[in-house]
Structures are given as structure tokens and as C-alpha cells.
């Protein structure tokens, strides 16, 4: 079965720090692959997506993502942590088996500290 | 880029009551829609995928007569909690397709409800 796991429940990380928020996932097929941010009581909104092509993909707000299929690994990447990154993160796979349907993962809170 | 609108964005009900909330595509058609569950600090679960013109298809767990859902036009998707109990609070997310299968999904900002 098709599942996202994201192995840290939340993160803190300085101001001005780099960051990188780990992503695998389990799909017997090329998957679609996406990183969504949720700030409290929003909605998602997409920062970036892997359909296929160049593994190293590049998103809004400065962040990036590298798609090692070796490693089913989507991890999400920014050189550079603003306080207002400060957020819920979600990792998710694009599946085609059984109809579209996009499977999230549990999400990673991060903390910015200053 | 696309554009999905939740309404109402936050809404209070009595339990035993009902509940209708409406997702539209605003300026794309969308053959597919989908309607997520979200409790507090956790991930998003999907309920069920609405095609236009066709039954809902539910995940397992879901009581299909509990939450109806409706997908009359191809910008429109109604999700309807019927008897609403306390345990019914949460944030509901819907989400549409394009036409164009792309993989993408574009979200809603979300409907808060709360059961009293």
C-alpha cells in the first residue's frame, strides 16, 4: 500500500540556519511527489512537486527538494530559515492505483527560534 | 492559479443537526474532487474522492450516510454532515482536480466546524 512517512514530529531550527525535513515514501510505481505548507487554521499551500524529469526540484519561498529514488526519499531543503517558515509541513505521494488520490504524511512542525 | 473556495470558513452547530459545506473550483473545471478530515496537530485523512455526476467513493472507515456528499457541476461539491454529534468537530479540506491530471491538487482554505 501506498504510505509517506515523516520521521520528525516537529523541528527547531534557527534563524538564518539551514533546514532539511526528511520525506520517504512507499509506491510500487513512479510517484507523484509534493511538499505542502500549513500555517495554523489554513489551508495547504503547494511549495513544490516532482512528476518527473530533473530530481532537483525547485519551489516558492526558497525552498527545494531532491527526489532519490534510490532511497524513496523526497526530502525538503532551504538554505536559509526565516522565522516566518514557521509552520506544518506535509510530505505527500500522487498515487494513480484505484483512482487519483494524494496520501499525506503525518506533517513536521517547525519551530523557528531567534 | 487555481483557486478552491471553502464556505462557510468557520461554522457552529447544535448536535444532532446538519451541516452542509461547499467547495468550488473558481476558475477551473474540476472532474474530481476530495474531501479531507483534519484533527488538531494532525494529518490530513481523506474521506472520500467525488467525481461530477457519479457516487462518492468513500474511504474505509467512513460512514457514507453520515457524510454525503454531493458533486453536481464540475465547480461544485457539497459535503453534508448529517446528525452531527461533538466527535464530528474538526477541520474539513476539500480539494480539486483539474481536468488535466498533472498530479496536482489545489486546496481549499478549510471549514473549522464545531459541534455544540
Known amino acids: 500500500a501506498q504510505s509517506v512517512t515523516q520521521p520528525d514530529i516537529h523541528i527547531t531550527v534557527s534563524e538564518g540556519a539551514s533546514l532539511e525535513l526528511r520525506c520517504n515514501y512507499s509506491?510500487?510505481?513512479?510517484?507523484?511527489l509534493f511538499w505542502y505548507v500549513q500555517s495554523p487554521g489554513q489551508g495547504l499551500q503547494l511549495l513544490l512537486k516532482?512528476?518527473?524529469?530533473?530530481?532537483l526540484v525547485q519551489g516558492i519561498k526558497g525552498f527545494e527538494a531532491e527526489f532519490k529514488r534510490s532511497q524513496s526519499s523526497f526530502n525538503l531543503r532551504k538554505p536559509s530559515v526565516h522565522w516566518s517558515d514557521a509552520a506544518e509541513y506535509f510530505c505527500?505521494?500522487?498515487?494513480?492505483?484505484?483512482?487519483?488520490?494524494?496520501?499525506f504524511g503525518a506533517g513536521t512542525r517547525l519551530f523557528v527560534k531567534a | 492559479g487555481a483557486v478552491v473556495s471553502q464556505h462557510p470558513s468557520r461554522v457552529i452547530c447544535k448536535s444532532g443537526t446538519s451541516v452542509k459545506i461547499e467547495c468550488r473550483s473558481l476558475?477551473?473545471?474540476?472532474?474530481?474532487m476530495f474531501w479531507y478530515r483534519q484533527f488538531p496537530k494532525q494529518s490530513l485523512m481523506l474521506m472520500a474522492t467525488?467525481?461530477?455526476?457519479?457516487?462518492?467513493?468513500?474511504e474505509q472507515g467512513v460512514e457514507k450516510d453520515k457524510f454525503l456528499i454531493n458533486h453536481a457541476s464540475l465547480t461544485l461539491s457539497t459535503l453534508t454532515v448529517t446528525s452531527a454529534h461533538p466527535e464530528d468537530s474538526s477541520f474539513y479540506i476539500c480539494?480539486?482536480?483539474?481536468?488535466?491530471?498533472?498530479?496536482?491538487?489545489?486546496f481549499g482554505p478549510g471549514t473549522r466546524l464545531t459541534v455544540t
Open positions: 505527500a505521494v500522487g498515487t494513480r492505483t484505484g483512482g487519483f488520490k494524494t496520501i
Open positions: 467525488s467525481n461530477e455526476g457519479s457516487k462518492a467513493t468513500y
Open positions: 476558475d477551473f473545471q474540476a472532474t474530481t
Open positions: 480539494s480539486a482536480r483539474d481536468q488535466n491530471w498533472g498530479g496536482e491538487q489545489y
Open positions: 509506491y510500487g510505481a513512479t510517484p507523484y
Open positions: 516532482y512528476f518527473s524529469g530533473d530530481t
